[in-house]
């Protein structure tokens, strides 16, 4: 129990009050704050949806993520441990890595105006070098940015010699995951900057060469599989993503139309910034249960399953027992398929 001494008594100090932000990942809208773990929900903000993996963002259904913040009547978190490592040691984050694509100029000299009068507030986040790495960066690199380039260059641009920085012993698969998704959580990130993160994501890859499935990117990201399986679908959407990298459709609404039917596509985004989340939601649902784009999405379904069966099929080295009886039936079932189709004859 802390206590002041002097009258004899010991005089207990109330405890100062934990705050949290809250936020969501994809619109960085904050439905409320924690106060010693009570939620405070923002009145101005629909409160979030809880779910089975924790609460999700009222607005848009992205991922919550907190950070404390420090109030004048607060007293400051300890800072975490971090060293002095000298600018010429570091190499920034390689450009096929980084899902930041661009850094603005007149930002970068404010924030380097802002370090020769403050330092650098924020530590960089960076790792050490491969020995691979090392032998390709020369003798003087030791490591490699995680998170902080553009405090990396605004500190060379107002001369320091050294910067703050916390040393994270990752290898260069998690350390490109934790650039991805320190970029994904910034709010500043551009609609361009914002869908390469999503492709670099989606593209991520195990020790063979497969492509990582929608539970196995939440492991190592920490983000949830509902925020993840949104992301590669809007990956996989080219309209979208050319609406979200030119501004003209925000990424939380671009969330609630990767499930619009194709044809509606073009015109659901031309109406999307009139439309409340809840109404675009509503009208995405109203366009999918129409009789020809319910059609498309089970031919869409349908074809799916004919290249998952020719793909089978192509592994078949031999036909022999119980094999060729089994590729009997399927040619019966192909035959009965192809019957059903009406036949297109050309001249």
């Known amino acids: 129990m802390l206590g ?107 924030l380097a105006a802002s370090i020769r009068q403050h330092g650098v507030l924020q530590p960089l986040v960076v790792r050490p070098l491969t020995a691979p790495e090392r032998d390709r960066g020369g003798d003087r690199i030791r490591y490699v940015v995680i998170a902080g380039n553009r405090r990396l260059r605004a500190a060379r641009a107002a001369g320091l010699n050294a910067v703050p920085c916390m040393v994270r012993v990752a290898d260069a698969d998690h350390a490109f995951l934790l650039n991805v998704v320190e970029n994904l959580q910034r709010r500043e990130l551009s609609g361009r900057e914002r869908v ?28 949830s599989p509902a925020t993840i399986s949104l992301w590669l679908r809007l990956d996989r959407r080219p309209l979208l993503r050319r609406a979200v990298e030119e501004e003209r459709l925000d990424i939380g609404r671009a969330m609630k139309l990767v499930s619009a039917p194709e044809s509606e596509l073009s015109q659901l985004i031309e109406q999307a910034h009139e439309l409340s989340s809840d109404e675009l939601a509503h ?65």
């Open 283 to 347: 009208m995405v649902a109203s366009k999918r249960k129409e009789p020809d784009a319910q059609a498309s999405r089970r031919a869409a379904v349908n074809q799916r399953h004919a290249e998952a069966a020719y793909r089978a099929v192509e592994l078949i080295d031999e036909a022999g027992g119980p094999t060729r009886a089994t590729l009997v039936k399927l040619r019966e079932r192909l035959d009965a398929l192809l019957a059903e189709v009406t036949p297109v004859f050309t001249e």
């Open 196 to 223: 390469r993160a999503i492709s670099l994501l989606a593209r991520l890859v195990d020790a063979q060469g497969q492509a990582l499935g929608v539970r196995e990117i939440s492991r190592r990201t920490g983000l």
């Open 4 to 110: 002041a001494r002097g009258s004899g008594e010991m005089t207990t100090l109330a405890p100062v009050p934990r705050i949290v932000t809250v936020s969501c990942i994809l619109c960085g809208r904050s439905p409320g704050q924690l106060v010693d773990d009570r939620f405070q929900p923002d009145p101005h903000t629909r409160p979030p949806r809880p779910s089975a993996g924790g609460a999700h963002c009222g607005e848009c259904g992205g991922s919550l993520y907190a950070e404390q913040v420090t109030t004048v009547s607060q007293p400051r978190p300890a800072p975490p441990a971090a060293v002095l490592v000298s600018v010429d040691e570091i190499v920034e984050t390689p450009v096929a890595c980084n899902s930041r694509l661009t850094y603005d100029v007149p930002g970068l000299r404010e």
